[in-house]
């Protein structure tokens, strides 16, 4: 609900401003990706006063800049102007979006607090405060002795599902000594994901750079798992004739490499992709309004509709992709020490 009535401010700005927004037109790509991308603000809309200046409502972030000729810089976003003005001898390029020195032979090391990063430090802390607290109320007895109550009550299920649905099938003896490691990504990963539904924010695991460290501590997990028998099945895999191995060989030592990679761009596609989807609708309002006013107004109840079903679509995808992240991530451990030690049993659940 909440969200529904905040699409239908925007939609109401729309209309308020149809002579500005007929004189400069409506960027559809502009405003798509300057949601998805990374930003130095938390940018919600815009109003124009009666002399015509836009005033933009959005909460500046502090601009760290190094520079080995003018040293350390620190100011906040807004005083850029909306990216159209220069402070200090920098100013942000409009055709790459990176702040640059107005003297093109000074070097600048840009060490900004983006809203990706304070996303990301925000859900860090969620993490870290709601495991530590549950962890606190196990110390004390509740849950043990007791019924499991608030946040136990919650997580519980949550926790006991990634143990008994992807560690345990996938590690078998071995599951405890991963389920850390998978519990962390997947709550990390899922946080963040509900993060990004909520309007204003940044849509962090829609960061391919994001995603690609996750992938990269995965590979590096993946690869401290493996075994002698792991290695010799890529290099020598048995019972293949020599010709056929001179072709094996190859795909299966690039499929190393290609776990993780399939990792990191499955969510970052699939949590990008929603966005799109989303603002793209949203945008049919502008763009309907921008021609006609009664356009404008017969495409939002439309646009409006599709964009609510696809928010709760999103909300879904949210919870999928953190489990299976995590779920691959565990196949391919799995598979990383699988048929080294037969010796062990397999767990059940």
Not at 82 to 94: A, M, R
Not at 176 to 201: C, M, Q, S, W
Not at 268 to 291: E, K, R, T, W, Y
């Amino acid at each position: 609900m909440c969200f529904s009535l905040f699409l239908a401010g925007v939609s109401n700005t729309l209309f308020a401003q149809t002579d500005t927004a007929k004189k400069e037109g409506f960027n559809a790509s502009e405003v798509i990706f300057g949601h998805i991308l990374d930003n130095h603000e938390y940018h919600f809309t815009q109003y124009t006063d009666e002399a015509g200046v836009k005033h933009p409502v959005s909460i500046p972030l502090p601009i760290i800049l190094y520079s080995p000729q003018r040293g350390l810089t620190a100011f906040l976003s807004n005083k850029f102007e909306e990216g159209k003005g220069t402070y200090n001898g920098y100013k942000i390029d409009d055709k790459e979006g990176k702040i640059v020195a107005d003297d093109e032979n000074v070097k600048v090391y840009d060490l900004s607090i983006t809203r990706n990063v304070v996303q990301m430090v925000i859900g860090l802390t969620v993490l870290t405060w709601l495991l530590l607290s549950i962890a606190s109320s196990y110390k004390k007895g509740h849950g043990v002795k007791s019924a499991p109550k608030g946040k136990q009550n919650l997580l519980e299920p949550v926790i006991t599902f990634v143990r008994d649905e992807v560690a345990k099938p996938n590690l078998g003896a071995r599951y405890e000594k991963y389920l850390p490691y998978l519990l962390t990504v997947f709550f990390f990963i899922l946080i963040n994901n509900i993060f990004g539904l909520i309007p204003g924010t940044a849509n962090v695991t829609g960061n391919i750079a994001f995603t690609a460290v996750l992938g990269i501590i995965s590979f590096v997990v993946i690869m401290f798992s493996t075994n002698s028998h792991f290695w010799a099945h890529i290099f020598n895999p048995p019972g293949v004739p020599f010709l056929v191995k001179m072709i094996l060989v190859p795909v299966e030592f690039l499929g190393i490499f290609i776990k993780p990679f399939a990792l990191i761009i499955r969510l970052f596609a699939n949590m990008v992709a929603g966005h799109i989807i989303i603002i793209c609708l949203i945008s049919l309002i502008f763009i309907f309004g921008q021609m006609n006013a009664f356009a404008g107004y017969g495409a939002s109840p439309v646009a409006l509709a599709f964009t609510v079903f696809i928010y709760f679509i999103e909300i879904l995808v949210a919870f999928l992709q953190a489990f299976i992240f995590a779920n691959l991530t565990a196949v391919f451990i799995g598979q990383a020490f699988e048929g080294g030690d037969h010796q062990e049993e397999t767990v059940h659940a």
